[in-house]
């Protein structure tokens, strides 16, 4: 791997070289290292493009590394990962995409990432997603989630886009059965004149099931954000989505938030807030030595944190 | 030392003049500013720590002018500032605030010192975001300790005791005793409190805009008590005859 390309990889997985355990590390539509343990098992597809992870039921405390890195300019990957949690099972999947573009074409990465996770699994999943380049070219990302929670299953996904991806849609469907738990929270950063589109639909069949989804989001300059969310409750369930933005210059933020609910145990909730940086938090910090811009890189880093 | 020479500020949006004329020098250690709601005390806090800027007059800090100074090259240059209604911050948590204030890596553990010091259980604390989920009261604290934390020259408090149960008053009170002992600069405290006032070294009274007294405790505080006993008595008489 050449300089660009670690350093792809240590902004979206903080990997200074290959990690422990499990991996599969893509670059440019390519593999470039992959490593299977006795608990989990890594393999490719053979009808189209992208790997099977195959996680033993009770694999504890194991994790799994899939960053995928992009240096070459114009080039367009598209994905398929298909996660197999086993019952029981608690793992860490830390995915992301890095792009380094520094031609005038546009770099594109799909990814279709699919959770079948079983009865009583726990798994946390954490994706970053990273562009840079100095060339004209657009970086864009457009990954999707689907998400299948078994039995009184749990995933918590973190993802997090705060540089450089000039157009991405993020995608996120889940299934929840009886018990079942997701939490995501999602933080996002715009700036220039990037698009950032997310879309969750969540649906909570099961009896007991509970959705909580959160995301924060900074849009600056004349940067686009829209937020929908889609929650039914069709069982004695719980869900709240929260969208919650800071708007500066002349960037522009839509939120278009839907709850169903089709049963009457069914108890959803969504919050909505979209404002400019208070003048007060900025006065307060003036007053404590710090300058405006100071204070204002202050107030997003503690609310992307 | 701090003075004021003949400020005046007027409300932009209604051209109001909330503060006229206001001659002071502080060079006390522990001043109280007491006075009735809608007085201008706030308003003064405000125009020393540089958020309202003055329409008329200059204030000198240790004999430098500090009039045409922004919030933030006040704060530089030693003026604290503890807001009566304490600010919340998503995901900024107490250590982070309290380190700002130091405006240099502190550890842990002096972090705690001071949430201590206010009386707040510092581990319970330190990591917790200074948002809705805190109590006014709690963020009263974590103002003050903020403002022990930058340890300058002059500090302000504007009604600290606001939104403090009675519980915790005894312990603020010891707060501003032991910060008038430690301090090297001055500490300007507005309140209403008979308790805050009493440890005060001066005690100035703002009304309509323009201080009407400044002296001692003992100079003041008779004459104010009685002005309070009369309009209390003014009122209950007033409710009867309104009764009738």
């Known amino acids: ?305 | 030392m701090l003075e004021l020479q003949h400020v005046s500020y007027v409300a932009p949006d209604d051209g109001k003049e909330i503060l006229s004329d206001v001659n002071l020098t502080i060079d006390d250690k522990f001043v109280a500013i007491t006075g009735p709601n809608g007085g201008g005390k706030s308003t003064l806090a405000k125009v020393i720590a540089g958020i309202y800027p003055v329409s008329k007059g200059k204030i000198l800090l240790d004999g430098a002018d500090i009039t045409a100074l922004s919030i933030t090259e006040r704060a530089k240059a030693g003026v604290s500032f503890a807001f009566q209604q304490p600010v919340r911050f998503k995901g900024i948590t107490v250590k982070d605030l309290v380190t700002l204030a130091a405006g240099k890596k502190i550890t842990t553990a002096e972090v705690c010192t001071y949430l201590s010091e206010v009386g707040l259980c510092a581990r319970e604390y330190v990591n917790r975001e200074v948002n809705a989920s805190l109590s006014g009261g709690e963020l009263k604290r974590i103002e003050i300790a903020m403002t022990m934390a930058r340890g300058t020259k002059l500090s302000i408090f504007d009604e600290p005791e606001a939104g403090i149960d009675l519980w915790s008053f005894s312990n603020l009170i010891s707060v501003f005793r032991k910060m008038r002992e430690k301090i090297g600069g001055n500490i300007i405290i507005i309140s209403h409190q008979e308790r805050i006032l009493n440890i005060a070294d001066k005690v100035i009274v703002i009304a309509g805009g323009k201080v009407t007294a400044e002296g001692s405790k003992e100079e003041i505080l008779p004459a104010l008590y009685a002005d309070a006993a009369k309009e209390a008595a003014c009122s209950v008489l007033m409710s009867k005859v309104e009764d009738k």
């Open chain 1, 1 to 305: 791997m050449d300089a660009i390309q670690k350093n792809l990889l240590k902004e979206i997985a903080g990997l200074h070289d290959v990690p422990t355990g499990a991996y599969n590390i893509r670059s440019n539509g390519g593999a470039a290292g992959r490593r299977s343990t006795a608990n989990i098992e890594i393999v490719s597809k053979t009808d189209k493009p992208g790997i099977d992870i195959i996680v033993k039921p009770g694999t504890k405390n194991e994790s799994v590394h899939i960053p995928v890195i992009i240096s070459e300019s114009g080039l367009k990957d598209l994905v398929y990962n298909d996660f197999y949690i086993g019952e029981g099972a608690d793992v860490v999947i830390i995915a992301g995409c890095g792009i380094h573009n520094c031609g005038d074409q546009e770099s594109a990465h799909d990814g279709i990432h699919t959770f079948h996770i079983e009865k009583n699994a726990k798994v946390k999943y954490v994706e970053k997603h990273y562009g840079e380049g100095d060339g004209n070219g657009e970086n864009v990302m457009n990954p999707t989630t689907v998400i299948e929670l078994g039995e009184n299953a749990y995933m918590r996904m973190d993802t997090l886009q705060i540089r450089g991806i000039d157009s991405t849609v993020r995608v996120t469907k889940a299934r929840l059965a009886a018990g079942a738990k997701l939490d995501i929270k999602e933080n996002i950063m715009t700036h220039g004149n990037q698009h950032a589109t997310t879309d969750f639909t969540v649906d909570l069949d099961g009896e007991n099931s509970a959705a909580h989804v959160v995301s924060r989001s900074v849009a600056k300059d004349k940067s686009r954000q829209l937020f929908k969310s889609d929650v039914h409750g069709n069982n004695l369930c719980t869900g709240h989505t929260e969208c919650d933005a800071i708007i500066m210059d002349e960037a522009k933020v839509d939120a278009i938030p839907a709850l169903e609910c089709n049963n009457v145990n069914a108890s959803l909730i969504h919050e909505a807030a979209i404002g400019k940086i208070a003048g007060e938090q900025i006065i307060k910090l003036q007053t404590l030595g710090l300058t405006e811009k100071e204070a204002e890189e202050q107030i997003i880093n503690g609310f992307l944190k």
